[in-house]
């Protein structure tokens, strides 16, 4: 069971999103990852999704968790988890959201996650960015809003984090170099496109087939970016059919050129990586630095 210090002010929260009086009867430990510690409760309303972290630490980080999530959800294109409320419990935030049984994928699963990716990269805006930075694990992600994609990659992304690795000194100084070096020739190295509306973090691990058969994102780090980006990140670690592919090119084709930039792609979140882990990371890195 959670603190009981702190579940009457989850209840409370919950109470007034919910206009009716909310009794957690039950809170259940659940697998969610290495950031946050995640719970199934179970009260005389129905069952809900429970994030904790520290609020100390950080502070906003389930609101904007909250608004990638209804950024997500307002297309109407994908399935995500209602995201119900979010607050500060003593020392402790939360973030409670829809709770989503899992499911036994249907024949077409990928066929049908993979056009929702589509439409939804079809969502655009006229800038590459967000209106708020946001988080990414639990490294802070800057969305200053840029008009060309290599000049945001570039300042919010390869290069904020690429100085968090040199200064954990998880990234030698050759290493830096070459990184900078590659942000200068990003626009020779991307093709023009709009800013599509990315889930920014889908890995196999960030979603699950829901009791229709369908696929339900979640545990977004969202903003206007590239669509390769999120393309690359499936692939990073496995976990998609080659269906998911097959179909996405059919429907949204990919620029000429983009195997050759899914490792330029998947650069910052193995720099993410390597800030949060360390480890193997830093040979993936180097990897990608030197073939680029």
């Not at 968790?65 to 939360?94: W, Y």
């Not at 984090?161 to 170099?177: E, I, N």
């Not at 998947?266 to 040979?283: A, E, R, T």
């Amino acid at each position: 069971m959670i603190d009981e210090k702190i579940t009457p002010d989850i209840a409370g929260a919950l109470s007034t999103q919910l206009s009716v009086k909310i009794q957690i009867k039950d809170a259940e430990r659940v697998q969610g990852g290495d950031i946050n510690e995640t719970w199934r409760l179970r009260t005389n309303a129905g069952e809900w999704f429970l994030k904790l972290n520290d609020a100390r630490r950080y502070p906003d980080m389930f609101l904007r968790e909250q608004d990638g999530l209804e950024e997500l959800r307002q297309t109407g294109h994908i399935g995500v988890p209602q995201p119900i409320c979010h607050g500060r419990a003593g020392n402790r935030s939360f973030l409670v959201t829809e709770y989503v049984e899992k499911g036994t994928a249907s024949n077409d699963f990928w066929e049908n996650f993979a056009a929702a990716v589509a439409k939804l990269h079809q969502q655009t805006q006229p800038y590459f960015g967000l209106g708020a930075p946001n988080y990414i694990g639990s490294i802070k992600q800057h969305n200053t809003p840029y008009s060309t994609w290599s000049v945001f990659y570039a300042f919010n992304r390869l290069l904020p984090v690429g100085r968090m690795a040199y200064d954990l000194r998880r990234l030698d100084k050759q290493m830096m170099q070459q990184l900078e070096s590659i942000c200068k020739r990003l626009p020779e190295l991307f093709p023009d496109e709009p800013p599509a509306l990315l889930h920014g973090d889908l890995w196999s691990g960030n979603f699950l087939v829901g009791t229709n058969g369908k696929a339900y994102i979640f545990d977004p780090a969202v903003y206007y970016g590239h669509r390769e980006m999120d393309l690359a990140m499936t692939r990073l670690f496995g976990g998609f059919d080659t269906r998911f592919y097959y179909t996405y090119h059919a429907i949204k084709p990919l620029e000429a050129g983009w195997q050759q930039r899914i490792g330029l792609c998947q650069l910052y979140p193995l720099l993410v990586h390597l800030v949060l882990f360390g480890g193997n990371y830093y040979n993936d890195v180097k990897e990608i630095l030197n073939g680029v």
